[in-house]
Nanobody, 126 residues
Framework: QVQLVESGGGLVQPGGSLRLSCATS????????MGWFRQAPGKEREFVAS???????YYSDSVKGRFTVSRDDGKNTLYLQMNSLEPEDTAIYYC????????????????????WGQGTQVTVSS
């Protein structure tokens, strides 16, 4: 059984940083294609970042240069380091895992992913 558990969310001031974690069980992050999505109130879930099993990473234009996705194979955990946070980054953040090996452009689509975590709230406010 695959389980994804996010943590690390919270309240941070604009310009601050947070690191989200996605502890994974039932699959190995090293050989999995995984992603981060977010959903703000009243908005659709949107792509944030992804990391292929081969290490390639992809980011949405809105977070490129500020967010970094990484993994710790020993802890079987995916991370999202978020710097220079803005109020527009406020949302529930979800990690996700795709069972297959989709082409890169599909990693930006939520329906590509088979497993999801419960989400962690990130609020950026002064």
């Amino acid at each position: 059984q695959v389980q994804l558990v996010e943590s690390g969310g919270g309240l941070v001031q604009p310009g601050g940083s947070l690191r989200l974690s996605c502890a994974t069980s039932g699959r190995t992050v090293r050989t999995s294609n995984m992603g981060w999505f977010r959903q703000a109130p009243g908005k659709e879930r949107e792509f944030v970042a992804s990391r292929r099993s081969n290490g390639a990473t992809y980011y949405s234009d809105s977070v490129k240069g500020r967010f970094t996705v990484s993994r710790d194979d020993g802890k079987n955990t995916l991370y999202l380091q978020m710097n220079s946070l803005e109020p527009e980054d406020t949302a529930i953040y979800y990690c996700a895992l795709a069972s297959g090996n989709p082409i890169s452009m599909y990693l930006k689509i939520a329906s590509t992913y088979d497993y999801w975590g419960q989400g962690t709230q990130v609020t950026v406010s002064s």
